[in-house]
């Protein structure tokens, strides 16, 4: 049966909707039948759908994305969108009572929702491909927002030069996934069937909205509350910003319902894995719950006791149900354990973390010269969650190009090849060394005489994370087939050196792991206290130690044990260590600059130099770079953050005209 379809652009011109992505009225032909999409193309390795499937979805008449909300559609800008708010009637016109009608009708709008997760695509990425030069939705490009990374490209906000933007994807594209999650819940009374199956698709749908809504408060603070959708003429179009402890409230409720109606990860099918779980809603509601808990107690408003609890109790629920673990290599693998030691963080983020067999008798610098998939097989493990219990949230890239959803070339194309995002100094200092200490005040501590010299006797994660001269690749770029600091450090996460040499790389990206509820965990648990039990760091950050280092044969026990004892004797600060753990173990997973944000402590690292190595000439060459007076490269020098206005970002002014300026600017901007 074939059905007209007209999409308004009234009706997409709610509050936070790029008026870019508007299409003036068109009239689509839709193809709505039983099937929606063939089955091939509703596969677990489609729940993330790719730019190629939305239009190819298009183009052969299958229409769930477009139902499901708003596509990704480049239209008319401004002057369209005007006229459409002052000139039509808002009517209703999609042929809705044809699609939401089962269980199958939800599960296919839910799968546009999951094109929103970040991952690491970050030029082609449907939702967040672009823009890196102010603030990047993919999470690793997200640190050099901060301290820990730095790109090619100056960065607005890191070095304090933003200017309030016309428009912005931050605040629209994340309002673009709050309709398409409202219209879900809205159309979703017709819907008959197993009240099992709808339950669990509101649950996803509610997660999304939670996602979307977090993100806003993040940035911008108080944001309008919007839980349905809206037309033209509605009111509630035009609200004033909703106080950010009720849009957090709310956040809290929906993360709630998709706890109790999605499935343990446990008994998620593996036709399904991606898909949201029990764990993702709790887990994310311990992200939240964390953030705005420090950050109300660092910055004296609300109620930090309620929120920090909140933290603690869904971090506690996850940690005593079971359902996860970290990540070892022997979790993942039956084949040969005569691999590197203490290498199980490294392979986290390789493929053996998805179920594939790591190769025998690795050695720690040879990890980046094998080639783990040159034999993977066409089609997905038969348990990722068995292979991984670590995972929690997963952005799903496929197997190989024999079964792709998408492709990304992170870090290679990222960080290696075009320089776009490379670790700091600052970074570096923060791993300790094998005695448990920092520098200068552990034993180990030797001044730097060559690039080496800080990658001895340090935290095993400093050289999982970055790379250093000692590990060959099989790369023919950057020089001598190693990648050497020269005057930046490399990113050696996600690094696959077969992917390398295909210039294409289809590991997937952990937004959610087990590691951070630890960290949640240890870091709420003292905020709220004052304090934290050594029982508490035991099973929380001695635990991350442990895996980094499990045969204790590069560190000393006191490395791998945090006690209130240790700290006491060393003259540490318990919550500076707490905070250190995690800027290390979660080291460019897109959080830190989030964490000096909640921390209010940006006001004082932000402005600092951004550093890259220590300058040895007889290693690097000739190179025409600034040093500061420890002859460290300078990558940027006279930044700045305004504390009265940076730790929240501006609404786009072109939000505040649209809602005849009922929408406020955030102070100083």
Not at 81 to 90: A, F, I, W
Not at 435 to 462: H, I, K
């Amino acid at each position: 049966m074939i059905h007209h379809i007209k999409i308004r652009s009234a009706e997409f011109c709610s509050a936070g909707i790029e008026l870019a992505e508007m299409h003036q009225t068109k009239i689509y032909q839709a193809n709505i039948h039983t099937a929606k999409i063939p089955p091939a193309e509703i596969s677990p390795a489609r729940i993330h759908p790719t730019s190629k499937d939305l239009h190819r979805w298009f183009a052969r008449g299958f229409f769930p994305l477009l139902i499901a909300g708003i596509g990704l559609m480049m239209g008319t800008g401004l002057a369209g969108c005007t006229k459409q708010l002052n000139s039509q009637e808002p009517t209703t016109t999609l042929a809705d009572a044809n699609f939401w009608q089962q269980p199958s009708d939800l599960a296919l709008a839910c799968n546009y929702l999951y094109a929103y997760l970040p991952g690491l695509n970050y030029q082609s990425d449907p939702v967040w491909g672009g823009n890196i030069s102010s603030a990047p939705g993919v999470p690793p490009m997200q640190e050099f927002l901060g301290t820990d990374a730095f790109g090619s490209s100056v960065n607005a906000v890191s070095n304090g030069t933003l200017l309030t933007p016309p428009s912005w994807d931050e605040w629209t594209k994340n309002y673009a996934l709050v309709r398409a999650a409202n219209n879900i819940l809205q159309h979703s009374v017709t819907v008959t069937g197993d009240t099992g199956q709808i339950h669990k698709y509101l649950g996803e749908a509610r997660f999304f909205r939670a996602w979307a809504y977090f993100n806003l408060v993040e940035r911008f603070g108080d944001v309008p509350l919007l839980l349905q959708t809206v037309n033209v003429n509605d009111t509630l179009l035009y609200t004033a910003r909703t106080n950010r402890t009720i849009v957090i409230d709310s956040v809290y409720a929906d993360l709630d319902y998709a706890a109790s109606k999605c499935p343990a990860a446990a008994s998620q099918i593996t036709a399904e894995y991606g898909r949201i779980t029990r764990s993702a809603a709790l887990a994310f509601k311990s992200r939240v719950a964390l953030f705005e808990g420090t950050r109300e107690k660092n910055f004296s408003y609300g109620s930090y006791q309620k929120d920090l609890q909140i933290a603690i109790d869904a971090c506690n629920t996850i940690m005593t149900e079971g359902q996860h673990g970290l990540f070892t290599v022997s979790s993942a693998t039956s084949a040969s354990t005569a691999v590197a030691k203490d290498s199980s963080y490294y392979f986290l983020f390789q493929y053996q973390a998805e179920g594939y067999p790591v190769p025998s008798a690795v050695t720690l610098t040879a990890q980046s010269a094998a080639s783990p998939v040159a034999a993977a097989p066409a089609t997905l493990p038969a348990s990722m969650y068995a292979a991984n219990k670590e995972a929690i949230l997963v952005k799903l890239y496929g197997a190989n190009s024999l079964n792709g959803i998408q492709q990304h070339n992170f870090p290679v194309g990222i960080s290696i090849s075009t320089k776009q995002l490379y670790v700091t100094k600052h970074l570096m200092n923060q791993y300790l060394y094998a005695d448990g200490l920092p520098a200068p005040q552990s034993q180990y501590y030797t001044p730097e005489v060559n690039t080496l010299t800080e990658f001895t006797n340090r935290d095993p994660r400093a050289s999982m994370t970055v790379f250093n001269k000692s590990i060959p690749t099989v790369a023919s770029g950057p020089p001598y087939g190693y990648f050497t600091p020269m005057q930046w450090y490399f990113c050696r996460k996600w690094y696959s050196a077969a992917d390398n040499s295909a210039n294409r790389s289809f590991l997937d990206y952990i937004l959610i792991r087990y590691a951070e509820v630890l960290l949640n965990y240890a870091e709420a648990t003292y905020e709220l206290n004052g304090a934290i039990s050594d029982a508490d760091l035991a099973r929380t950050i001695n635990l991350l130690r442990a895996r980094a280092n499990p045969s204790g044969t590069q560190v000393s026990p006191d490395f791998l044990h945090l006690t209130n004892a240790f700290v006491s004797a060393h003259g540490l600060n318990m919550q500076t260590e707490i905070r250190r753990e995690r800027e290390v173990e979660l080291a460019l997973e897109g959080v830190h600059y989030w964490d000096l944000l909640r921390w209010k402590t940006a006001e004082t690292e932000m402005p600092k130099d951004a550093l890259g190595p220590k300058y040895f000439p007889a290693e690097m060459g000739t190179l025409n770079v600034k040093l500061n007076a420890d002859s460290c490269i300078i990558y940027e020098t006279g930044r700045t953050f305004d504390p009265s206005k940076n730790y929240l970002w501006p609404i786009p002014n072109l939000q505040i005209a649209l809602s005849n300026n009922k929408y406020t600017q955030n102070p100083n901007w």
